[in-house]
């Protein structure tokens, strides 16, 4: 394998970002427009006004109480400003670099970033790394998919530049089809396998992609109570195969808003597949069950939550990742085939 060439800065970031045996062990808090509308919904329910302290003083409670379980926690600096304040100092730092959702009257879902950042703005703030998530549809028209390419080649260039490492999450779509479909479920280890071998390319610059199980766990067969299924469970683990084969880079598992037992079913999987996955960014699965909490019984009930099944979620994942995840510095054949550079020689 060709050695691996890092600047010293990335190469410590990285770690920073890892555990003691290199794996991404991260929880993502980043969410703004989806928790925003959780909340309310939840509000509504419970006869509550919303506030968007709610979303502020969550964030950091959350933070303060389950980051220090974590190797790096994923917030933005919009709503997120209270957590990366309450976050253990051990723990890495990953920010948010792209607005929330997108413009649902422009074909193509495009991306954007936040106007009033940059790479080393985010690093004077503290971040140990920078992350954007795009929709990608590789069958998309080549006047869409341009567009986000160049994009992607702009973002990783720019923490190239600022010696920082870049997180890019991929999130597979079709406008014609419902994303929780059985329609999308058949297509959609095509369209995450598409979107990894574009963006895994050594031309985007980026260090780790985060990425989506190539698969929908409704529709493998025996995993639901459904009798409709997309996959058997033996399709499920070659896709998994499938995708670790396009990787030149790190890359770790979104978790998507599954619920926590099939995500840890997911990772076991993925690690029965031999997929040399280098660890997780879970938001949902570790936390979601608590928003309904904190707007009904305020902050007694979320730590209280936190403390015990937050915890318990945590300790789960983390124990799976230890048995299946792999270090990120071996998706550049091990430590010993990277060569850290002082960039400062080069100033």
Known sequence: MTKKFMSKEKYHRMMALSDDHGVINAMALDQR??????????AE??????????????????????????????????????????KSEDTGLIMSYEKTGYDADTPG???????????????????DALK???????????????????FAQRYGTEGLGAQTPTFFEIVTYDDKLDSKSFEFAKIKPELVLKSVQ?????????????????????????????DNYA??????????????DEMTRPYIFLSGGVPTPIFQRQLKLAGQAGAKFNGVLSGRATWLESVDIWIKDGKDGLVDWLRNKGVQ?????????SENATPWFEAYGGMDNIEVVDTSDLK
Request: charged share 30%; no cysteine.
């Open 33 to 42: 427009g989806s928790l925003v509308k959780g909340m309310k919904t939840a």
């Open 45 to 86: 329910k419970y006869g509550k006004v919303f506030k968007m302290d709610m979303v502020y003083d969550f964030k950091e409670i959350v933070s303060k109480e389950l980051s220090q379980l974590s190797s790096a926690i994923l917030l933005d600096d919009q709503m997120g400003f209270k957590g990366i304040k309450a």
């Open 109 to 127: 879902r495009l991306p954007s970033l936040i106007p009033d950042q940059s790479a080393q703005i985010m690093v004077q703030r503290g971040a």
């Open 132 to 150: 954007v998530l795009v929709y990608y549809n590789p069958n998309d028209p080549d006047e869409i998919n341009d567009v986000k390419k160049a």
């Open 198 to 226: 574009e963006f895994t390319q050594d031309k985007y610059h980026i260090d780790v992609l985060k990425v989506e199980v190539p698969f929908n766990p409704t529709f493998v067969k025996g995993w639901s109570d459904s």
């Open 231 to 244: 996959y058997t469970e033996d399709q499920a683990k070659d896709y998994f195969k499938q995708l670790d």
């Open 313 to 321: 979620n945590v300790k789960e994942l983390t124990e799976i990742l």
